[in-house]
Nanobody
């Protein structure tokens, strides 16, 4: 499975962005999906996750709860991260991950910069 992340960019504080992560295969629906981020000089951290299948239970890091929403469209083999009320602290490279043990795939990352 190949993952292609997109949607990053430069946005002002308080703005919004939607990240997309498109998978190359239709078996996407069987994978749990994750968004991580890594800021300069910091460790990569888990931002949000969504379980496999059509129901898709979600979870979020405390720092993004109420501002970010993860969702998936299995028909398009794509997972999204809607980011609202962005803060400078959200600046990072964002990565998507697809996991179905024992297999584990990562996308290439997309840069999000929040600055005035």
């Amino acid at each position: 499975v190949q993952l292609q992340a997109s949607g990053g960019g430069l946005v002002q504080p308080g703005g919004s962005l939607r990240l997309s992560c498109a998978a190359s295969e239709s078996i996407f629906t069987f994978y749990a999906m994750y968004w991580y981020r890594q800021a300069p000089g910091k460790q990569r951290e888990l931002v949000a996750s969504i379980t496999s299948g059509s129901g898709g239970s979600t979870s979020y890091a405390d720092s993004v709860k109420g501002r970010f929403t993860i969702s998936r469209d299995n028909g398009k083999n794509t997972v999204y991260l809607q980011m609202n009320s962005l803060e400078p602290e959200d600046t990072a490279v964002y990565y998507c991950r697809a996991r179905r043990p024992p297999v584990d795939y990562w996308g290439q990352g997309t840069q999000v910069t929040v600055s005035s």
